[in-house]
């Protein structure tokens, strides 16, 4: 390990790693369309919402030609009432058409090629790249942003400054882990008391 390298990294993982996973759309992560349609709905919207959406979706359209075959207003019917909805079946709209042409069906491997996709930012282009491909990347969402600050690992004001810092300090090898024990335990702890609770009993807080 570098210098750098939180010297409690190992007791982080162990304790966040025995808490239970609380991931739910994980579910989708052998297949990279459906990690890819099902994280841009993520968005705003829990994932509890987002997978009901994301079933009754891919039950119309299991890949990317099926859903280009969907007019605008049937994908906006299909993930209602996923946070705006009406914005996000545009962008999916959009996204077919992209994948089909620039991408000849396939969901690209490459952040760069992601993010140039509708509807893509940088924490969805991380979580599709280690998700669905096991690429290394640290998707930085509330909840890792959060527990980052509150365990002393990071002092950020953003989640793009804390994805800078968290590659500068922790090795590689650990970054696909990040996202789902950090979220797992932000959600199973869904509360700024309950979780400071937590991070409390395990010697965590800062």
Do not use: C
């Amino acid at each position: 390990m570098s210098k750098k390298t939180p010297q409690n990294l190992q007791k982080v993982l162990e304790v966040f790693s025995k808490e239970p996973r609380n991931v739910p759309l994980e579910v989708f992560h052998k297949n990279p369309y459906k990690t890819l349609v099902s994280t841009i709905m993520s968005s705003r919207t829990k994932d509890e919402t987002t997978l009901d959406a994301s079933k009754r979706l891919f039950k119309k359209a299991p890949n990317i030609k099926k859903l280009d075959q969907l007019g605008e207003l049937e994908i906006r019917d299909l993930i209602y009432p996923v946070g705006f909805y009406k914005t996000k079946a545009k962008h999916l709209k959009k996204l077919t058409k992209a994948l089909i042409v620039k991408f000849d069906s396939k969901v690209p491997v490459t952040r760069s090629n992601l993010v140039s996709l509708p509807g893509v930012g940088r924490k969805t282009a991380n979580l599709i790249l280690n998700r669905a491909f096991g690429k290394p990347a640290i998707a930085v969402d509330t909840h890792v942003h959060r527990i980052s600050n509150l365990i002393g690992w990071v002092n950020t004001k953003n989640p793009d400054q804390t994805e800078e810092k968290l590659m500068e300090i922790i090795p590689k090898k650990y970054w696909g882990e990040i996202n789902t024990l950090f979220v797992s335990v932000g959600r199973n702890h869904n509360s700024k008391k309950k979780l400071e609770e937590f991070l409390k009993s395990k010697q965590l807080l800062k």
